[in-house]
């Protein structure tokens, strides 16, 4: 079993929807909880980083952690055409600066 | 401020024979990292440089597999002798030195593409 699960999609929106991007993990020593954003031929870019449990929100971006369930979640509100990429989760341990990565789900959102 | 870089972008050898892939990190950072992409799964650990010296080296898949960063500065990443299993993206990240508090904020690079036929 991996430690981290994502769906990979494709996940395709028309422009304006509300996009919501999960992954599951097992391992309960997770303390921080990462979204990249790639685009294609690109890097990952780091989007946001949670510590913990709890929401965090930046612009149209929002974090959601339920550490009780193994739950993380990004929405992205009134999602634009440039928000077209693939979603990274990523999470890591207190003492660790190892990341463990989800597979990465494909968005697409059309005009 | 210049990003992470990697050299080649793209490279294409034939199973036997060695590639050496080169990262240069941002000035400055004391943590690099190496990362790999295989076809269809996900982003997955080599290692860990902290300056010059080896942080951990856990994920490196085999002797095959060689990193170094002489001088705490650029880094390379050397595959002899390829296999076809070593394709895909490998992709290189730094982050600065000790964290105060709150996650290790990597930056990526690009990615060096290899396809071993």
């Known amino acids: 079993q991996k430690e981290v699960e994502q769906d990979p999609g494709p996940l395709s929106v028309p422009e304006g929807a509300i996009v919501s991007l999960n992954c599951t993990y097992s391992?309960?020593?997770?303390?921080?909880f990462m979204w990249y954003r790639q685009y294609s031929r690109k890097g990952p870019e780091l989007l946001m980083y949670?510590?913990?449990?709890g929401n965090k929100e930046d612009g149209r971006f929002t974090a959601q952690v339920d550490k009780s369930s193994k739950y993380i979640s990004l929405f992205i509100r009134d999602s634009q055409p440039s928000d077209s990429a693939t979603y990274l989760c990523?999470?890591?341990?207190?003492?660790?600066?190892?990341?463990?990565f989800g597979t990465g789900t494909r968005l697409q959102v059309f005009p | 401020e210049a990003g992470v870089t990697q050299f080649p972008s793209h490279s294409v050898i034939e199973k036997g024979q060695t590639v050496t892939l080169r990262c240069d990190p941002i000035?400055?950072?004391?943590?690099l990292y190496w990362y790999r992409r295989v076809m269809g799964k996900e982003i997955k650990f080599l290692l860990h440089?902290?300056?010059?010296?080896?942080?951990?080296e856990s994920g490196m898949p085999n002797n095959r597999f060689l990193a170094e960063r002489t001088g705490g500065t650029y880094s390379t990443l050397k595959v002899q002798p390829a296999e076809l299993e070593d394709s895909g993206v490998y992709f290189c990240?730094?982050?600065?030195?000790?964290?105060?508090?709150?996650?290790?904020?990597?930056?990526f690079g690009a990615g060096s593409r290899l396809t071993v036929l």
């Open positions: 990240a730094s982050s600065q030195g000790q964290r105060n508090s709150g996650a290790n904020v990597l930056t």
């Open positions: 391992n309960s020593a997770f303390q921080y």
């Open positions: 949670t510590y913990s449990s």
């Open positions: 990523a999470m890591s341990s207190y003492n660790t600066d190892k990341l463990i």
């Open positions: 000035s400055g950072h004391d943590n």
């Open positions: 440089f902290v300056k010059e010296s080896k942080q951990d």
